[in-house]
């Protein structure tokens, strides 16, 4: 009778053990993948800070010289001024 008590022990604590690590693996496993999403949307949204800006300025100027007929910058007077020194 005592044995059979402390063998039902046993497999109940076994059982607990596995259901506490089950429990921590699927937490581990729910973290991981988390992260991996966290990763790619902050990636995302450091390319996107990164390119509106390029975007913005480069849009404007080809707007400038395309619809407002502006001629782009010349470098010659720098460049006079670089043969002279």
Known sequence: ???SAL???RLR???QRQ???AEEDKAQEEKREYKRRYDGAAR???STIIALPILFVTS???F???VLGKKPKSLEKYREKADRD
């Open 64 to 66: 400038d010289r395309l």
């Open 44 to 46: 995302r949204w450091v």
């Open 7 to 9: 063998r039902a022990a």
């Open 1 to 3: 009778m005592r044995e």
């Open 13 to 15: 604590r076994l059982a």
């Open 19 to 21: 259901d506490r690590l």
């Open 60 to 62: 404007y100027y080809l």
